[in-house]
C-alpha cells in the first residue's frame, strides 16, 4: 500500500484527497484563515454579537450541558482535569480552550480528539453564512465560540467543559444560560488594559459567570476578590464552594518504569498521581475534584473511581512539560507574575540546585520586569527572542530589561524560536537545564523548533 504524504497548503498541513482538501480545492476558501482575518482580531467585550450569531444557528449553546471556567490561572488544566474525569465516567465530553499550543483544531476537543479539518471546513462554513449576513460582524474569538458550540451540538456531547476566553461577565462564552457549574479559578492581576486595574475590577469581570442557583465552586482567592466572589454568589442565590488546600499533601516527583516523570498526591486521605510535574498542578487537580463532586452531588454519574483515574489520564501541553533531554528541557506557559511566581516553585520542587539557560519570550502589554524577577534567581544565562504575536516585546527590549536587573549574565538575543532553541541547549549543554516561559503563543514554535 502507498502511503500518502501530507502536503502544505498555506502553511497548513493537508492529506491530499481528504474532505479538508477537497474543500480547499474546490473554492480556496480556509477556515483558519477567515477566523484570524486582522479585521475580526478586536478585543470588543460585550454578548450581543454572539447572542445573535447563535441564535441564528438556531442556539446550539441551549442543547448542551456545560462546566464553565474562568480566572487568570490555571484554566486550562482545570479545564483538561474535568474534561478527563467525564471521559472517563463514560460521558461523551466536548472541551473548549484558548489559545491553541500547536494545532488550531486543539481549541475544540470531543473526547480528547480535535476537531477534524474536514468538520472545522465545514461548520465554520455555517457560521460564515450567518455571520456575513449581520450589520455588525463578530469577533475572531465570537466566531471561534460559534465555531465551538455548533460542532458540540452536532456531535451530541453529553456535556462541555468551556474556558473563558477574556475575563467572564462579557466574554462570549457568558451566553451560557445555566452551566451545571461555574468554576473561578485564581483570580489574579492580568490584562488590565481591558478588565481593570485591582484585583476588587478583575474579580467582579470573572464572577460575571456567576448564575443564579447554580453552584460554584471557587479558588479561596486573595482577600479582595474573594470579597467579590461571595458577593455576586449571594446576589445571584448561588451556592459557594470554596476549595482548601489544608488536606492537600504535596510528595515528591517519581520516576516510573521507562523514565516517565509523575507527581503524586494525597489529599483528604486518598492519593493521586498527575502527569502534569508543576508545584501548582496538584492545586488545580483539587479544583477539578471538587468540580466532579459538585457534579456527582447534582446526579451526573461520577464514582471517586473516575476521578483518580481522570486525575492521572489527564494531559495539558506546555504547563511545566519536560519534553527533551540532554539537556532536559522544560516548557512552561507562565505568562504573568503569578506564573513565573508558581515556576520557580516548581524549579525548586523538580529540579533542586539546578542552574538553568532560561529561554523567554513575552508579550509587551504583560508585567514582564516583575515576571523576570521571579526566575531570574535560577538563571546562569538567558536567551530571549520575539514570539510570533503582534503584541509581543521586541527581543532586544527584553534583553535590555534582563540586563537591567541581573547585571553580569549572559544574555544571547536570537532571531526566531528555531534560533533560541539551538542557543539555549548549546548553552545548557547536555547536562543542563533549558526552562522555555513567558508566553503561551510562543510554545508551538518552541515544540516545533524542537
Same mark, same amino acid.
Given at each position: 500500500?502507498? *502511503?500518502?504524504?501530507?502536503?502544505?497548503?498555506?502553511?497548513?498541513?493537508?492529506?491530499?484527497?481528504?474532505?479538508?482538501?477537497?474543500?480547499?480545492?474546490?473554492?480556496?476558501?480556509?477556515?483558519?484563515?477567515?477566523?484570524?482575518?486582522?479585521?475580526?482580531?478586536?478585543?470588543?467585550?460585550?454578548?450581543?454579537?454572539?447572542?445573535?450569531?447563535?441564535?441564528?444557528?438556531?442556539?446550539?449553546?441551549?442543547?448542551?450541558?456545560?462546566?464553565?471556567?474562568?480566572?487568570?490561572?490555571?484554566?486550562?488544566?482545570?479545564?483538561?482535569?474535568?474534561?478527563?474525569?467525564?471521559?472517563?465516567?463514560?460521558?461523551?465530553?466536548?472541551?473548549?480552550?484558548?489559545?491553541?499550543?500547536?494545532?488550531?483544531?486543539?481549541?475544540?476537543?470531543?473526547?480528547?480528539?480535535?476537531?477534524?479539518?474536514? /468538520?472545522?471546513?465545514?461548520?465554520?462554513?455555517?457560521?460564515?453564512?450567518?455571520?456575513?449576513?449581520?450589520?455588525?460582524?463578530?469577533?475572531?474569538?465570537?466566531?471561534?465560540?460559534?465555531?465551538?458550540?455548533?460542532?458540540?451540538?452536532?456531535?451530541?456531547?453529553?456535556?462541555?467543559?468551556?474556558?473563558?476566553?477574556?475575563?467572564?461577565?462579557? /466574554?462570549?462564552?457568558?451566553?451560557?444560560?445555566?452551566?451545571?457549574?461555574?468554576?473561578?479559578?485564581?483570580?489574579?492581576?492580568?490584562?488590565?488594559?481591558?478588565?481593570?486595574?485591582?484585583?476588587? *475590577?478583575?474579580?467582579?469581570? *470573572?464572577?460575571?459567570?456567576?448564575?443564579?442557583?447554580?453552584?460554584?465552586?471557587?479558588?479561596?482567592?486573595?482577600?479582595?476578590?474573594?470579597?467579590?466572589? *461571595?458577593?455576586?454568589?449571594?446576589?445571584?442565590?448561588?451556592?459557594?464552594?470554596?476549595?482548601?488546600?489544608?488536606?492537600?499533601?504535596?510528595?515528591?516527583?517519581?520516576?516510573? /518504569?521507562?523514565?516517565?516523570?509523575?507527581?503524586?498526591?494525597?489529599?483528604?486521605?486518598?492519593?493521586?498521581?498527575?502527569?502534569?510535574?508543576?508545584?501548582?498542578?496538584?492545586?488545580?487537580?483539587?479544583?477539578?475534584?471538587?468540580?466532579?463532586?459538585?457534579?456527582?452531588?447534582?446526579?451526573?454519574?461520577?464514582?471517586?473511581?473516575?476521578?483518580?483515574?481522570?486525575?492521572?489520564?489527564?494531559?495539558?501541553?506546555?504547563?511545566?512539560?519536560?519534553?527533551?533531554?540532554?539537556?532536559?528541557?522544560?516548557?512552561?506557559?507562565?505568562?504573568?507574575?503569578?506564573?513565573?511566581?508558581?515556576?520557580?516553585?516548581?524549579?525548586?520542587?523538580?529540579?533542586?540546585?539546578?542552574?538553568?539557560?532560561?529561554?523567554?519570550?513575552?508579550?509587551?502589554?504583560?508585567?514582564?520586569?516583575?515576571?523576570?524577577?521571579?526566575?531570574?534567581?535560577?538563571?546562569?544565562?538567558?536567551?530571549?527572542?520575539?514570539?510570533?504575536?503582534?503584541?509581543?516585546?521586541?527581543?532586544?527590549?527584553?534583553?535590555?530589561?534582563?540586563?537591567?536587573?541581573?547585571?553580569?549574565?549572559?544574555?544571547?538575543?536570537?532571531?526566531?524560536?528555531?534560533?533560541?532553541?539551538?542557543?539555549?541547549?548549546?548553552?545548557?549543554?547536555?547536562?543542563?537545564?533549558?526552562?522555555?516561559?513567558?508566553?503561551?503563543?510562543?510554545?508551538?514554535?518552541?515544540?516545533?523548533?524542537?
Amino acid at each position: 500500500m502507498s *502511503k500518502v504524504s501530507p502536503i502544505s497548503v498555506d502553511g497548513e498541513c493537508v492529506v491530499p484527497g481528504s474532505a479538508f482538501a477537497e474543500a480547499r480545492k474546490d473554492d480556496g476558501f480556509d477556515a483558519v484563515e477567515y477566523i484570524n482575518q486582522p479585521r475580526w482580531r478586536t478585543v470588543s467585550l460585550g454578548l450581543e454579537r454572539t447572542r445573535e450569531l447563535l441564535s441564528k444557528l438556531g442556539a446550539p449553546q441551549d442543547r448542551l450541558r456545560f462546566v464553565h471556567v474562568a480566572g487568570t490561572n490555571g484554566k486550562g488544566s482545570t479545564c483538561a482535569y474535568v474534561a478527563s474525569i467525564l471521559q472517563q465516567a463514560g460521558f461523551k465530553v466536548g472541551l473548549f480552550t484558548s489559545p491553541y499550543i500547536i494545532t488550531f483544531e486543539e481549541r475544540i476537543r470531543v473526547n480528547g480528539e480535535n476537531i477534524s479539518w474536514a /468538520d472545522l471546513d465545514r461548520v465554520t462554513r455555517q457560521v460564515r453564512d450567518v455571520a456575513e449576513a449581520m450589520e455588525e460582524h463578530p469577533t475572531e474569538f465570537e466566531l471561534m465560540t460559534a465555531v465551538a458550540f455548533l460542532h458540540f451540538a452536532q456531535q451530541e456531547c453529553d456535556i462541555v467543559v468551556a474556558e473563558v476566553g477574556l475575563g467572564g461577565r462579557l /466574554d462570549s462564552t457568558n451566553v451560557i444560560e445555566r452551566p451545571e457549574v461555574s468554576v473561578i479559578t485564581n483570580i489574579g492581576i492580568d490584562h488590565v488594559a481591558v478588565l481593570g486595574d485591582t484585583l476588587e *475590577k478583575i474579580a467582579t469581570e *470573572k464572577a460575571g459567570i456567576i448564575k443564579p442557583g447554580v453552584p460554584v465552586v471557587s479558588w479561596p482567592q486573595d482577600p479582595e476578590a474573594l470579597k467579590v466572589v *461571595k458577593s455576586v454568589a449571594r446576589t445571584q442565590a448561588a451556592p459557594l464552594g470554596l476549595v482548601g488546600f489544608d488536606d492537600l499533601e504535596l510528595e515528591p516527583v517519581e520516576r516510573q /518504569d521507562g523514565g516517565r516523570l509523575v507527581r503524586p498526591f494525597v489529599y483528604q486521605g486518598m492519593r493521586f498521581q498527575t502527569q502534569l510535574l508543576g508545584s501548582y498542578q496538584p492545586s488545580n487537580a483539587v479544583m477539578a475534584i471538587e468540580v466532579a463532586r459538585t457534579l456527582a452531588r447534582s446526579g451526573w454519574s461520577l464514582s471517586e473511581g473516575d476521578i483518580r483515574s481522570g486525575i492521572a489520564a489527564a494531559q495539558w501541553p506546555g504547563r511545566f512539560q519536560l519534553v527533551a533531554s540532554s539537556p532536559d528541557f522544560v516548557i512552561d506557559g507562565g505568562h504573568n507574575v503569578q506564573g513565573a511566581q508558581v515556576l520557580a516553585e516548581s524549579l525548586d520542587d523538580v529540579f533542586p540546585g539546578r542552574r538553568t539557560t532560561l529561554l523567554v519570550g513575552v508579550l509587551a502589554d504583560k508585567q514582564h520586569a516583575a515576571m523576570l524577577e521571579r526566575v531570574l534567581p535560577y538563571a546562569e544565562s538567558v536567551v530571549v527572542f520575539t514570539p510570533p504575536n503582534p503584541r509581543a516585546l521586541a527581543a532586544a527590549d527584553l534583553a535590555a530589561e534582563v540586563v537591567r536587573l541581573a547585571p553580569g549574565i549572559l544574555v544571547e538575543v536570537a532571531a526566531d524560536a528555531r534560533q533560541a532553541v539551538d542557543c539555549a541547549r548549546s548553552l545548557a549543554g547536555t547536562q543542563g537545564l533549558v526552562v522555555a516561559f513567558g508566553s503561551l503563543y510562543s510554545i508551538g514554535s518552541i515544540m516545533e523548533a524542537l
